[in-house]
C-alpha cells in the first residue's frame, strides 16, 4: 500500500487541525488538503498546502491591466479571457506544493519542467525503501512503430509473463546488493552516496514540488495529454482532479482553450479554409511534412 498505518495517522492528525485565517481560502482545495490519492502500485500525491484562487487571478489582472478589464462583466469572463489570450501572469499569483511519491523514471521525466521548485528524498542521507513500481500485466506493450518515444501493441502471453518476471528479479536482486553493500555488519560498508547507483530506475522516491499555477497549467497540458506516457500521465490526471476544484474558473478555461483547444500553423489554416470553401487539399498540396498533415487531419476529423 502507498500509505502506511503510520502516514495515514500524521494525515489525519493535520486534518483534524484548523485555525482560523484571513487568506483567501478554497473550499474545494481545502477538502483534497494533506489526503493521499494513491497512483500506481506504490505511489501517491497530496495537497501540502495551497496560495490563492480564482479570485486572487482576478485581482491580479485588474491591478495589471486596469481599465482595459473593465469590459468583461464577471470574474469566470475575465478569466477565459486571459486563458484566451495567453495571458500568464495572473495565473503565476496561485501556487500550490504538493508531496509526490513516484518511480525514480517517471521523477526524470518529470523534472524537465525546471519552473517549479523541488526538494527530493535523499538517498545519500537515508535508505530508500523496498518498493518498486511493477506495472499491470495490460500495460505492458511493444514498441510503437510510428513514435520513437511511445508504445505500441500490447505484449501478451509467455512474452509479458517474462517481461514480469524480469522486472521483478532484477529489482529485487539490486535491493538485496544494495542492501548487502551498505551493511557495516562484518565489513565497513559501502556509502549510501555509492551503494545507490545499483538501484533500479523503477524503485520509488519522493518529492516536495512547488509550483504556481501558469506553470502547473503547462505540465498538466503535456502530461495529462493522452499521448503522454501512461505512467506520469496518471499522476498528472490525479492533479487535475485536485485544481478543478482548487480554481474551477481557471481549470475550465484551461481544458477549454488548451487541452480542447488546438493551435494552427499559417498553412494549416490555409488548407482549412480552402476545405471549407470545397476545395480539395492533400498532403502533397498543402505543404506540410508527413507528420504535420498526420497531426492536423487529427485535429480536422477528431
Known amino acids: 500500500m502507498p ?14 487541525q484548523t485555525r482560523p485565517t484571513l487568506r483567501a481560502v478554497s473550499e474545494g482545495m481545502e477538502a483534497h488538503l494533506y489526503k493521499a490519492r494513491e497512483v500506481l502500485d506504490h505511489g501517491f500525491v497530496r495537497v501540502i498546502d495551497y496560495m490563492g484562487d480564482d479570485a486572487a487571478i482576478c485581482q491580479a489582472a485588474r491591478v495589471s491591466y486596469g481599465k482595459g478589464t473593465k469590459s468583461v462583466q464577471n470574474d469566470e469572463g475575465l478569466i477565459r479571457y ?121 524503485i520509488y ?13 503547462h505540465f498538466l497540458r503535456l502530461r495529462a495529454d493522452k499521448h503522454a506516457q501512461y505512467e506520469i500521465r496518471v499522476y498528472a490526471d490525479a492533479i487535475c482532479e485536485m485544481v478543478k476544484d482548487w480554481v474551477p474558473a481557471a481549470y475550465g478555461a484551461f481544458e477549454d482553450y488548451r487541452m480542447g483547444g488546438a493551435t494552427l500553423s499559417g498553412k494549416a489554416l490555409d488548407c482549412l479554409r480552402k476545405m471549407l470553401a470545397g476545395e480539395e487539399v492533400t498532403q502533397e498540396t498543402s505543404g506540410m511534412s508527413k507528420g504535420e498533415w498526420r497531426e492536423f487531419m487529427g485535429v480536422v476529423e477528431g
Not at 3 to 16: G, M, V
Not at 133 to 158: C, F, H, K, M, W
Not at 205 to 217: R, S
Request: hydrophobic share 40%.
Open 82 to 202: 486571459l486563458m484566451r489570450h495567453w495571458h500568464s501572469t495572473p495565473f503565476e499569483m496561485c501556487e500550490i506544493k504538493l508531496h509526490v511519491k513516484l518511480p525514480v523514471f517517471v521523477a526524470r521525466q518529470w523534472i524537465r519542467h525546471r519552473t517549479a521548485n523541488v526538494n527530493e528524498y535523499s538517498a545519500r542521507y537515508s535508505i530508500l525503501d523496498r518498493e518498486f513500481y511493477i506495472p499491470r500485466a495490460e500495460d505492458l506493450a511493444a514498441q510503437s512503430v510510428v513514435n520513437n518515444q511511445g508504445r505500441g501493441e500490447a505484449l501478451t502471453g509467455e512474452e509479458a509473463e517474462r517481461v514480469l518476471r524480469y522486472l521483478k528479479d532484477d529489482a529485487g536482486r539490486a535491493y538485496d546488493h544494495y542492501e548487502e553493500m551498505i551493511s557495516d555488519e562484518g565489513q565497513q560498508g559501502l556509502a549510501r552516496e555509492l551503494a545507490r547507483m545499483n538501484l533500479p530506475a523503477n
Open 205 to 217: 522516491t519522493q518529492w516536495y514540488w512547488k509550483v504556481d499555477l501558469h506553470n502547473l497549467f
Open 3 to 16: 500509505i502506511t498505518p503510520d502516514q495515514q495517522a500524521e494525515i489525519d492528525a493535520l486534518r483534524a
